[in-house]
């Protein structure tokens, strides 16, 4: 296993263009000029490198793929308007009618509505399997052409063997296809474990301050390929104005997650044992009970944890009101700390069991931790619980 070194230089300036300018500027334009009839015709027939149309291509866009690709350890890219739009580039591009994807139970709703609403209107099956890659084999067809998941999972923060995850698609010759978003490339690189794409919401963490929607797709050149002729008719490009504010934030990723990360794993062990709270799951906890894969394969535990309040339901919604700093919202992956009651919000449309085959019990609380001193926060969240 190839292990992809991110060194300090490209986490803070790969992909930066080579002009005079010490920031990139923010080429804000929709298509771009040529000198002559000439270099017109040679840059559409691809005989010239060039930009056309910001809905192909644009410097600003670019940049901001580049240096994400660089963190990822992915030859390329391509960036999108949002998450959701790079996860349907994902499915459109490489699935046709008759195929069949198999995917992990905990994922983000929207990839849920995605795969159960959208999918099979043009003839895409699927399959939801549990996170233990061991027991996938029976659910694979001769059609199967996809595995997808995200790890840790949202919001139980499941973990699952990225190792174990290749081995059963190259086993069967399927596209590996990984949603980074919790993670980022500071916490795990998937590519490193045999991840043929890896998508991305930077509209969470590598924003970090929660300004601009934004997406991405990486991989292989010849895979990246096809998003791109795909994404270029459809038209789900990321705006350069995002793509240069998201380039800037990338510099700052590296210290940010390592700032989220230890006040999460400070806070989490502050709280593990609190008398309102009857569990606690963060990766980096040795009570985890994925602990031992995510220390094989995370490079620290990220910037969320959750915890099962002995109250359920009525005890989550009162926690949420008795908070005084941490922002009520459903975005994560910001500098400010953020808790949400997934059973009655993001995931209240579930049946209670499916909220239980993904580990949404009715008290679940789910904490996004900021960059905002570690004891106020904990001091927050103390507030929160005592009632
Ligand atoms: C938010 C999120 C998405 C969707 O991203 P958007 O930028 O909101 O479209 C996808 N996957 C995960 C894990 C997310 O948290």
């Known amino acids: 296993m190839s292990t992809h070194r991110i060194t300090n230089a490209i986490r803070i300036r790969a992909g930066q263009t080579p002009e005079k300018e010490h920031s990139t500027p923010l080429f804000l334009t929709s298509s771009f000029c040529y000198d002559d009839a000439e270099e017109m015709r040679a840059v559409f027939a691809d005989e010239k490198e060039g930009n056309i149309y910001s809905r192909f291509s644009n410097p600003s866009v670019q940049e901001f793929v580049d240096r994400l690709a660089a963190l ?20 459109l591009t490489f699935l046709k009618k008759g195929d069949h994807l198999l995917v992990c139970n905990a994922i983000f709703g929207s990839t849920h509505t995605i795969i159960t609403k959208y999918l099979p209107k043009y003839g895409i099956e ?20 996809m595995v997808f998941l995200e790890t840790p999972t949202n919001p139980g923060l499941e973990i699952v063997d990225l190792a174990a995850a290749g081995a059963v698609a190259r086993k069967h010759n399927l596209l590996f296809n990984v949603d980074n978003c919790f993670a980022t490339p500071i916490g795990q690189t998937p590519i490193d474990f045999g991840a043929d794409l890896v998508v991305h919401s930077a509209t969470k963490w590598l924003d970090g301050q ?47 997650m390592e700032r989220h990360s230890s006040n999460a794993l400070y806070l989490a062990q502050a709280l593990e044992n609190h008398p309102a709270i009857a569990s606690l799951r963060y990766p980096f906890l040795p009570s985890h009970p994925q602990h031992a894969i995510a220390k094989k394969q995370m490079k620290n535990g990220g910037g969320i944890f959750c915890f099962d309040l002995k109250g359920g339901l009525e005890a989550g919604r009162k926690f949420l009101d008795n908070l005084r700093m941490l922002s009520l919202t459903a975005n994560l992956g910001d500098t400010r700390s953020i808790a949400s009651h997934p059973a009655s919000t993001t995931h209240a449309k579930l049946t209670p069991e499916e909220r239980a085959a993904v580990n949404i019990t009715p008290g679940l609380i789910r904490i996004s931790v900021g960059l905002e001193h570690r004891d106020d926060i904990l001091s927050d969240i103390k507030k929160g619980l005592a009632s």
């Open 210 to 256: 929660g300004r601009v929607l934004g997406g991405a797709v990486l991989g292989r050149k010849e895979l990246i390929k096809d998003v791109y002729l795909f994404c270029r008719s459809t038209g789900p490009s990321l705006s350069p104005f995002n793509a240069w504010v998201l380039s800037r934030s990338l510099e700052t990723l590296d210290v940010r």
């Open 72 to 91: 990822e350890g992915a030859e390329t890219g391509f960036a999108t308007a949002s998450g959701m739009s790079s996860i349907v580039a994902t499915f």
């Open 126 to 145: 699927y399959t939801y399997v549990n996170t233990d890659p061991s027991t996938w084999d029976a659910a694979i067809r001769p059609t199967t052409r």
